[in-house]
Nanobody
Framework: QVQLVESGGGLVQAGGSLRLSCVVS????????MGWFRQRLGNEREFVAA????????SYADSVKGRFGISRDNAKNTVYLQMNSLKPEDTAVYYC????????????????WGQGTQVTVSS
């Protein structure tokens, strides 16, 4: 079973930046598409971004386009979410996810999940 561990969350002022990291266990990281989801208080978990196993294809939710960037370093078994121009509405628990056939905005299509990391953006 694949294990994912997120880090990098915290408190940041509006307009600031954070970079989240997700380290995936095992030696088959490059075989997986990777994604980021978030869940705001009182809301369902929503899709944020995804990246293919090769890094050649990326997808973003409309709410974060132009502000967030997803990337991966297969040598480090790590996927990143660079978050710029953060807004209070970005406050949420952020989860990374892995699947062998990703790019779905539906959380139930993803097989593996991290435990989440809290991001809080103050106004």
């Amino acid at each position: 079973q694949v294990q994912l561990v997120e880090s990098g969350g915290g408190l940041v002022q509006a307009g600031g930046s954070l970079r989240l990291s997700c380290v995936v266990s095992g030696r088959t990281f490059s075989s997986y598409d990777m994604g980021w989801f978030r869940q705001r208080l009182g809301n369902e978990r929503e899709f944020v971004a995804a990246i293919s196993w090769s890094g050649g294809s990326r997808s973003y939710a409309d709410s974060v386009k132009g502000r967030f960037g997803i990337s991966r370093d297969n040598a480090k078994n790590t996927v990143y979410l660079q978050m710029n121009s953060l807004k209070p509405e970005d406050t949420a628990v952020y989860y990374c996810a892995a699947d062998q056939g990703g790019f779905s905005a539906a959380s139930f299509d993803w097989d593996y999940w991290g435990q989440g990391t809290q991001v809080t953006v103050s106004s």
